[in-house]
């Protein structure tokens, strides 16, 4: 396997750059994810590294090597698609097998590679069937059991499971997971969806406008997020736009909320700059918690049971606020309810750039 380098890499169609100055360095048999909405160039750095995609300006290196100007069968990447590529009137068997086919691998190489794949994958008793005769979850299988036949230095992954539904798309995250234990492979995997990026990568790449906003563990980025941007991507987010005065946020109707003591050092140096004070749902307690925080009345206009737990919708201050509870903790709407926000779990952000406050 092998480490996948990207040095300052640009991209463009005609005046339109869509990505801008991108460095990234993914570690030999590192899970890698890229997230980030529609739009943001994720698939087209995907692309670029598989060498479908021509780069604009900037370095592309796998083990050591530039490959800039390599054409993609020369790469020795293995790419797994969004819609599998299958072809319908291959079984199994020959899916798996087409690639190596056609780089003239031996006869006996060729069924103990596809075989042994088949097997990783519980594909063994479908090598006959034809794709149509195949569940989607099956298919995502044949799709990845043709790519591991390759034994590639890199696996690329562009949204594999997007189109499958919603129990089976937690299935195949664990087989991805578990497949990639297995294997020791690089892997540069993309998804739109955050909780395959937190439940999968060993580190996340979150993208916005074709810039790399952060990079980091998935818990990192969810506690520690760079900007406003990331915090509310990854995860849910609110937030409350005030001015900061004397070592507090005073909001938009005149309250005053403490900032978090991560930040009050810094606070007399920013004495009346415009900033947003951000935290997680979670982070909204009934009176009753015992953490320590500020106590306000509010009156819930919305609440979404989820089961286990409820999200508590509710003004305040002149903005919307969510609050995540068990579902077991009384909150009607429309009636008045007291909560508490854990200011020391709050976040600062800066309001004009929107980066986090260290």
């Given at each position: 396997?092998?480490?996948?380098?990207?040095?300052?890499?640009?991209?463009?169609?005609?005046?339109?750059?869509?990505?801008?100055?991108?460095?990234?360095?993914?570690?030999?048999?590192?899970?890698?994810?890229m997230v980030g909405p529609s739009g943001c160039g994720k698939s087209t750095i995907l692309r670029?590294?598989?060498?479908?995609?021509?780069?604009?300006?900037?370095?592309?290196?796998?083990?050591?090597?530039?490959?800039?100007?390599?054409?993609?069968?020369?790469?020795?990447?293995?790419?797994?698609?969004?819609n599998y590529a299958l072809y319908p009137h291959m079984s199994v068997y020959e899916n798996m097998a087409f690639g190596l086919k056609m780089r003239n691998t031996p006869k006996a190489e060729i069924d103990a590679?596809?075989?042994?794949?088949?097997?990783?994958?519980?594909?063994?008793?479908?090598?006959?069937?034809?794709?149509?005769?195949?569940?989607?979850?099956?298919?995502?299988?044949?799709?990845?059991?043709?790519?591991?036949?390759r034994n590639p230095k890199v696996f690329l992954m562009d949204e594999p499971l997007s189109n499958l539904d919603a129990k089976l798309r937690v299935q195949m995250r664990t087989e991805i997971a578990n497949l990639h234990k297995r294997l020791n492979a690089?892997?540069?995997?993309?998804?739109?969806?955050?909780?395959?990026?937190?439940?999968?990568?060993?580190?996340?790449?979150?993208?916005?406008?074709?810039?790399?906003?952060?990079?980091?563990?998935?818990?990192?980025?969810?506690?520690?997020p760079a900007n406003m941007f990331v915090a509310g991507f990854v995860g849910q987010m609110n937030f409350l736009t005030g001015v900061l005065e004397d070592g507090g946020v005073k909001l938009g109707d005149g309250s005053v909320l403490p900032v978090p003591d991560s930040v009050k050092a810094k606070t007399s140096e920013l004495n009346g700059r415009a900033v947003v004070l951000g935290f997680r749902p979670e982070h909204v307690l009934p009176e009753s918690a015992p953490e320590h925080g500020p106590v306000f009345e509010v009156t819930p206009d919305r609440v979404e049971m989820l089961g286990s737990e409820q999200m508590i919708y509710f003004p305040f201050c002149g903005q919307s606020v969510v609050a995540r509870w068990a579902s077991d903790i009384s909150a009607p709407e429309a009636q008045p309810l007291k909560v508490k926000i854990?200011?020391?779990?709050?976040?600062?952000?800066?309001?004009?750039?929107?980066?986090?406050?260290?």
């Open positions: 396997m092998a480490e996948v380098v990207l040095e300052n890499v640009f991209k463009s169609y005609e005046k339109t750059q869509v990505i801008q100055d991108i460095s990234l360095a993914v570690q030999n048999q590192e899970f890698v994810v670029m590294i598989a060498g479908l995609e021509t780069i604009s300006d900037g370095t592309i290196r796998i083990e050591d090597r530039v490959v800039n100007q390599v054409p993609p069968k020369d790469r020795d990447i293995a790419m797994v698609f969004q590679k596809v075989k042994e794949a088949a097997r990783i994958l519980d594909l063994e008793h479908l090598l006959q069937r034809k794709p149509k005769q195949l569940s989607g979850g099956q298919r995502q299988r044949v799709a990845l059991g043709r790519a591991i036949v690089t892997t540069i995997y993309v998804t739109h969806d955050q909780v395959e990026a937190m439940t999968m990568g060993d580190r996340i790449v979150i993208l916005n406008k074709g810039k790399i906003q952060q990079v980091d563990t998935p818990l990192r980025v969810y506690h520690e854990e200011i020391g779990k709050a976040l600062l952000f800066d309001g004009a750039t929107e980066d986090r406050i260290l």
